[in-house]
């Protein structure tokens, strides 16, 4: 099969999921253009503000499309092969991860914009609610570890010398200072439409255009913003704290807003470089038959001599490697968390959630193109990201010439990090609001100044902890944990859909299409969490509790992780169940009991 041949299917497979079954689960919520949302019952100019749907889209795409769909896909075909990761990245996205985004979405409209763990202490009680925040908190914190350690190896780079002109150029650092500009360049447009009341039609037009400018002046200042990786840890931490103080006008939104035509113009780059570049596929449709998979997963437990290691087992490390590319808990964080409380009608839950991860799924297919297109040879030793940045700029070098390769290797680059930097102040943020409800802190209940003190220390043990972990750990680590990110992330996933499918069940509706994806997801990150204990325990039996480099072994540290995390779930699903099996509970909905 050719490249585009592969594309056009996957194009006609997404279409198809949003216009079949994404208006069929519509429908199944009853969804009203009418009612009256938490962004118009709580305007408050802060956090609760009804927003446009496109405006809110890109916003809301942003903060989902992190590098997830993007390493996730590239790791998954290097170790299993392009087939195997076609067939989740399509079947998972539109029957599990478009679901559970649009199901997390509507529940927290309809719950006043409260986030999922909220919700669960209605329908679940205060047990379950307490388990899944503290579930929620501590797969926030890998998230902000694997995303802050991947950006920050985006920073670091060699610089390379110009064979004609003599100049010096760091990729790396020409990432580092276009990242820098474009958030500059969010904060002025924040600030002009909050003060000058610029309309958004004008600021498109200057600031759209001056973000791809930011691309090209970062390639001339490349050598500006080289610093070591320990650096980049504390700046980008350090920036997460503070704009996860802001409101969301000064930074989130247009930045938000930027990044979603970030988005857009590299699908659209990679769209055309698929579609058009004549490229053929270089990559084996499987790296060993499945007969042969299912016997390494026998040896890995029984642990044999000739086990493969660990993420080389297609079940169930496939599916969580590919992680946000088919599948996230984190989406719900966001629906519930910041998306919620800017949702103008209920009617704008179907493009902006299922729309948006459909999206995602796509993001996740150019991403696979960008190694399709490599010999396995080829792909030794390089990064997710640099061969997701050299692919894009292979596909823009077709259209505008080999001449301008360094910015676009800098456009493919930047917008693995445009993605990130969305989702990790939302992830500090998302951690303000979880501790906040957990101690009653918010400024509903105690005032706007307490509320804000509060708030700061809890942005302020949201970032610490991961970077005491990046502290420990060997620089540039972040593969290490991305496997325990990938199965906490899509575990999380199912919990949000259990705690759907029993409000569901309580209220008298269909639950079928939530219940489903829940136990499919729930197998396959139950089975990983317990794979990753007993390679942590084996780990810590024979000794090995660091490495030779002296930083900790970040297999026992996710051993640890994977055993609480276990923990927590049991406890949520106990309490599920016992609750999943209540008479029905009719008025559930804070904000529209008819709901």
């Given amino acids: 099969m050719t490249l585009a041949g592969l594309a056009v299917l996957v194009l006609v497979a997404l279409t198809a999921g949003y216009f079949i079954y994404g208006r069929f689960i519509a429908r199944q919520y009853n969804l009203r253009a009418?009612?009256?949302?938490?962004?118009?019952?709580?305007?408050?100019?802060?956090?609760?503000?009804?927003?446009?749907?496109?405006?809110?889209?890109?916003?809301?795409?942003?903060?989902?499309?992190?590098?997830?769909?993007?390493?996730?896909?590239?790791?998954?075909?290097?170790?299993?092969?392009?087939?195997?990761?076609?067939?989740?990245?399509?079947?998972?996205?539109?029957?599990?991860?478009?679901?559970?985004?649009?199901?997390?979405?509507?529940?927290?409209?309809?719950?006043?914009?409260?986030?999922?763990?909220?919700?669960?202490?209605?329908?679940?009680?205060?047990?379950?609610?307490?388990?899944l925040s503290l579930f929620i908190w501590v797969a926030l914190i890998y998230v902000i570890v694997a995303f802050t350690d991947v950006t920050a190896q985006t920073f670091i780079g060699k610089g390379e010398v110009d064979a004609v002109t003599g100049a010096t150029f760091n990729p790396g650092g020409a990432v580092a200072a276009s990242s820098v500009l474009y958030l500059l360049l969010a904060i002025v447009?924040?600030?002009?439409?909050?003060?000058?009341?610029?309309?958004?039609?004008?600021?498109?037009?200057?600031?759209?255009?001056?973000?791809?400018?930011?691309?090209?002046?970062?390639?001339?200042?490349?050598?500006?913003?080289v610093l070591p990786i320990a650096a980049w840890h504390a700046i980008l931490l350090g920036y997460c704290l503070a704009a996860s103080m802001l409101p969301v006008w000064a930074l989130q939104q247009p930045r938000g807003y930027l990044g979603g035509f970030m988005l857009y113009a590299t699908l659209a780059v990679g769209a055309l470089g698929v579609l058009f570049g004549g490229r053929s596929i270089e990559q084996p449709m499987l790296r060993e038959p499945v007969t042969q998979e299912l016997s390494g997963l026998w040896a890995f437990i029984t642990n044999h001599a000739d086990a493969p290691a660990m993420t080389g087992l297609l079940f169930p490390f496939l599916f969580v490697t590919i992680a946000c590319g088919a599948c996230s808990g984190f989406h719900g964080l966001v629906c519930g968390g910041t998306t919620s409380k800017q949702i103008d009608k209920e009617t704008h839950c179907t493009p902006i959630a299922f729309g948006a991860m459909?999206?995602?799924?796509?993001?996740?297919?150019?991403?696979?193109?960008?190694?399709?297109?490599?010999?396995?040879?080829?792909?030794?030793?390089?990064?997710?990201?640099?061969?997701?940045?050299?692919?894009?700029?292979?596909?823009?070098?077709?259209?505008?010439?080999?001449?301008?390769?360094?910015?676009?290797?800098?456009?493919g680059t930047l917008a693995v990090a445009t993605f990130v930097f969305d989702t990790l102040d939302v992830s500090v943020r998302l951690g303000r609001y979880l501790i906040q409800e957990?101690?009653?802190?918010?400024?509903?209940?105690?005032?706007?100044?307490?509320?804000?003190?509060?708030?700061?220390?809890?942005?302020?043990?949201?970032?610490?902890?991961?970077?005491?972990?990046?502290?420990?750990?060997?620089?540039?680590?972040?593969?290490?944990?991305?496997?325990?990110?990938?199965?906490?992330?899509?575990?999380?996933?199912?919990?949000?859909?259990?705690?759907?499918?029993?409000?569901?069940?309580?209220?008298?509706?269909?639950?079928?299409?939530?219940?489903?994806?829940?136990?499919?997801?729930?197998?396959?990150?139950?089975?990983?969490?317990?794979?990753?204990?007993?390679?942590?325990?084996?780990?810590?039996?024979?000794?090995?509790?660091?490495?030779?480099?002296?930083?900790?072994?970040?297999?026992?540290?996710?051993?640890?992780?994977?055993?609480?995390?276990?923990?927590?779930a049991a406890i949520f699903i106990f309490d599920g169940l016992i609750s999943g099996k209540r008479g029905e509970r009719r008025h559930t909905s804070h904000h529209h009991p008819s709901h």
């Fill in 438 to 568: 957990l101690t009653g802190q918010t400024a509903a209940k105690v005032g706007r100044l307490r509320a804000g003190a509060v708030g700061f220390a809890a942005a302020l043990a949201t970032v610490s902890v991961p970077f005491l972990i990046l502290r420990t750990a060997d620089a540039g680590s972040w593969q290490a944990f991305w496997t325990l990110f990938g199965t906490s992330n899509q575990l999380l996933a199912a919990l949000t859909l259990l705690g759907v499918t029993v409000w569901l069940k309580r209220s008298g509706k269909k639950y079928w299409f939530a219940a489903g994806p829940m136990l499919v997801v729930m197998t396959i990150t139950l089975s990983a969490l317990a794979l990753q204990i007993l390679t942590g325990v084996r780990a810590a039996l024979n000794g090995r509790w660091t490495l030779e480099s002296g930083a900790f072994n970040p297999a026992v540290l996710n051993a640890g992780v994977a055993i609480l995390l276990a923990g927590l």
């Fill in 34 to 131: 009418d009612a009256r949302t938490p962004a118009h019952e709580h305007h408050d100019g802060h956090d609760f503000v009804p927003t446009r749907p496109f405006f809110l889209l890109a916003q809301h795409f942003s903060a989902i499309a992190a590098a997830g769909p993007i390493v996730g896909p590239i790791l998954a075909c290097i170790a299993f092969g392009w087939l195997p990761c076609v067939l989740w990245i399509l079947l998972g996205v539109v029957l599990i991860g478009a679901v559970h985004d649009f199901s997390a979405l509507v529940a927290s409209v309809r719950h006043g914009a409260h986030s999922i763990a909220e919700i669960a202490r209605v329908h679940l009680g205060r047990r379950a609610w307490l388990s």
């Fill in 189 to 225: 447009m924040g600030l002009l439409q909050r003060y000058a009341k610029l309309p958004l039609s004008i600021a498109t037009i200057i600031f759209v255009p001056a973000t791809l400018g930011a691309v090209w002046a970062g390639t001339r200042i490349s050598e500006i913003l």
């Fill in 358 to 411: 459909l999206l995602e799924g796509f993001v996740a297919i150019i991403a696979l193109a960008t190694v399709l297109i490599l010999l396995p040879a080829d792909t030794t030793g390089k990064s997710p990201n640099a061969i997701f940045g050299a692919g894009i700029a292979s596909f823009i070098t077709q259209f505008v010439g080999p001449e301008h390769l360094k910015v676009a290797q800098t456009f």
